[in-house]
Nanobody, 127 residues
Framework: VQLQESGPGLVKPSQTLSLTCTVS??????????WSWIRQPPGKGLEWIGS???????YYSPSLKSRTSASRDTSKNTVYLQMNSLSPEDTAVYYC????????????????????WGQGTQVTVSS
């Protein structure tokens, strides 16, 4: 499985971030994959943002849920992330990652539980 993130690079504060993760090597609807967004701010650890399951179920980090939306297009084998009301604290490398195996959100938060990672895309929030 290969994951390729893409995004705008630079976003102004208060704007909305839109990221794309193009998946190849398997279908995003294949049992039992979970497709997740994870970010790493500069000098900090990895933070789970949210996941879309093979079934289409969506799970979010409680701390980001109010301004995050994950979605998918099965015809394009692609998952998406939108995050609004950005601030400089949202500056990070954003990763798309895939886990194979049924999991609850407590497991999805654990970075070592993922089998595949994209290379990441830098997002800088600045005016």
């Amino acid at each position: 499985v290969q994951l390729q993130e893409s995004g705008p690079g630079l976003v102004k504060p208060s704007q909305t971030l839109s990221l794309t993760c193009t998946v190849s090597g398997d279908s995003i609807t294949t049992n039992y994959y979970y497709w997740s967004w994870i970010r790493q701010p500069p000098g900090k650890g990895l933070e789970w943002i949210g996941s879309i399951a093979y079934s289409g179920s969506i799970y979010y980090s409680p701390s980001l849920k109010s301004r995050t939306s994950a979605s998918r297009d099965t015809s394009k084998n692609t998952v998406y992330l939108q995050m609004n009301s950005l601030s400089p604290e949202d500056t990070a490398v954003y990763y798309c990652a895939a886990r194979f195996g049924v999991a609850l959100t407590d497991i999805l938060k654990i970075q070592s539980s993922y089998n595949y990672w994209g290379q990441g895309t830098q997002v800088t929030v600045s005016s």
